[in-house]
């Protein structure tokens, strides 16, 4: 049980994660039909008091604006159509993405000519850091497309096939001056918090005491519902687990006893005859059952926990990234959930028990005694 609840929350802990690390908790957007897209087809101005009074919001750890534009990759006689995400020099990738190379140079007076892709287009366009890259914006209306060369500064790579298959960083200035637009205007902002579970209540309060309509807020649940709508099934999963698991512990230590008290039979019998109450020797029977259910529950905690440090130290298991967007099985323990198994399942173990242990009633020392 406790390795399964590890396995469970430590998948949905990672790819919950990856998702933050790159889209952070919380976007500021133009309120939209389609919440799911992260295109927004007007800017927004930039305001820096805005800016100012979300950052000293307790739980925020960042505020950055961004502006998202799609595009088409041209190198080594490959086209690759991406969407770029203008970021400015605020923007870094968290230590949980594996980044190849660096970051963006943003020092450059106009915009930087530098751009970070992910290691699934590298791959597929043959590409390495420092190579020279054409990137073509197709304007509206079918007018002729826009060209610009930038370079490889560096390669990410986050895990998960949505973002990595389909999004490129750049620089903010960049996609302004594509977008025809003014140095003040972007798509929204990012923001990201120290605690995930918080983001629906800053989303909320970020939308009552700052921002004004057309504006709002919109969570990653909102953005991806799918991803965590899936994530909330693997709960479900964990539950049928466990309790399949309960039920089989259950049942065995239930026969164990069962077998234990007919293989007593003639010490039963001896016991009733010599005056021992029955509450009495259900006790008997039930102190060992719970000695024989502790001693495993003390072995299985030795083992489950084992196991989970040494797969967070080594991560011999492996998993096929392309299929699970991690390459390791991750695992993840909060400090009561194997304490709330381990008293759970004693009581549980003890009162199904008690079951078995009633059968002792019905043994009569007249007849066990009879036989040698």
């Known amino acids: 049980m406790i390795v399964a609840l590890a396995f469970v929350s430590g998948f949905k802990y990672e790819v919950r994660e990856k998702l933050f690390s790159f889209w952070g908790h919380i976007h500021i957007e133009p309120r939209s039909i389609n919440n799911s897209s992260i295109i927004t087809p007007d800017p927004i101005l930039r305001d820096t008091k805005l800016e100012r009074q979300i950052k000293n919001t307790q739980h925020i750890t960042a ?3 961004i502006a998202i534009r799609p595009a088409i990759i041209n190198a080594n006689q490959i086209m690759e159509g991406i969407s770029l995400k203008g970021v400015t020099a605020d923007y870094h990738l968290p230590k949980n993405v594996d980044v190849s190379g660096r970051e963006i140079d943003f020092n450059d007076t106009t915009y930087s000519k530098e751009i970070m892709i992910s290691e699934a287009t590298a791959k597929k366009m043959l590409l390495k850091r420092g190579d020279n890259v054409q990137i073509c914006f197709v304007e509206p209306g079918g007018g002729s497309p826009r060209i610009r060369k930038v370079s490889v500064a560096g390669i990410y790579h986050t895990g998960m096939e949505e ?6 960083l750049c620089d903010l200035r960049l996609l302004q001056r594509i977008n025809n637009w003014q140095p003040d205007e972007i798509n929204g902002y990012q923001i990201t918090v120290d605690d995930e579970r918080l983001a629906d209540t800053l989303s909320w309060q970020i939308f009552n005491n700052y921002i004004q309509p057309p504006l709002t807020t919109y969570t990653m649940m909102d953005i991806f ?5 899936w994530l909330n099934l693997q709960d479900v999963n964990a539950e049928v687990i466990i309790a399949i698991m309960a039920i089989v512990a259950v049942i065995n230590l239930a ?8 293989e007593q039979m003639r010490m039963i019998g001896i016991l009733k005859a010599q005056g021992i109450s029955r509450s009495g020797l259900q006790k008997i029977f039930l102190y060992h059952a719970a000695l024989i259910s502790g001693i495993g529950v003390i072995a299985g905690n030795v083992i489950a926990l084992g196991l989970y ?3 967070k130290q080594t991560g011999f298991l492996k998993l096929t990234e392309e ?5 390791h099985v991750p695992v993840r323990l909060i400090w009561w959930q194997p304490v709330l198994i381990d008293i759970v399942t004693i009581l549980l173990c003890i009162l199904c028990m008690w079951l078995p242990s009633l059968y002792i ?9 009879q036989f040698k």
């Open 255 to 262: 026969v164990a006893l069962l077998i234990l008290i007919v």
């Open 163 to 168: 973002i990595d298959k389909s999004y490129a």
């Open 225 to 229: 519902p799918n991803i965590f709508d």
């Open 323 to 327: 299929m699970y967007s991690m390459k």
């Open 361 to 369: 009633r019905r043994i009569q020392p007249a007849k066990v005694l």
């Open 309 to 311: 440090f040494l797969q």
């Open 63 to 65: 505020v950055v604006p």
